[in-house]
């Protein structure tokens, strides 16, 4: 079983920065794509940024030009560095990581996608 844990998020001030971290664990062969969704209450979960694992993004028209995922594959480690951060950027940030295949060379075998438990952003005006 693959988990996700997110690290850094917290309270910031408009116009500042965050860097938020996950790390997936488990018995990994493989992880195709990783990245970040938000979530606000009452809305649906929205795609912030992703990374597939040949470097290809896909990125929230909200987070084009100020948002930058990147990954570390050999550390199965995806960040997200948010400069020039809104109010409105205020959310639960979730990691996500799809098309993943545990195991190792010899035995590997697909897995669902998986979610983090999600760390919230604040960000006052």
């Known amino acids: 079983q693959v988990q996700l844990v997110e690290s850094g998020g917290g309270l910031v001030q408009a116009g500042g920065s965050l860097r938020l971290s996950c790390t997936a664990s488990g018995s990994i062969f493989r992880i195709g794509v990783m990245g970040w969704y938000r979530q606000t209450p009452g809305n649906q979960r929205e795609l912030v940024a992703t990374?597939?694992?040949?470097?290809?993004?896909d990125y929230a028209d909200s987070a084009a030009g100020r948002f930058a995922v990147s990954r570390d594959v050999p550390k199965n480690t995806v960040y997200l560095q948010m400069d020039f951060l809104k109010p409105e950027d205020t959310a639960v940030y979730y990691c996500y990581a799809d098309r993943v295949y545990g195991g190792e060379i010899g035995v590997v075998y697909p897995l669902q996608d998986v979610w983090g438990p999600g760390t919230l952003v604040t960000v006052s005006s």
């Open positions: 990374m597939a694992i040949g470097g290809g993004t």
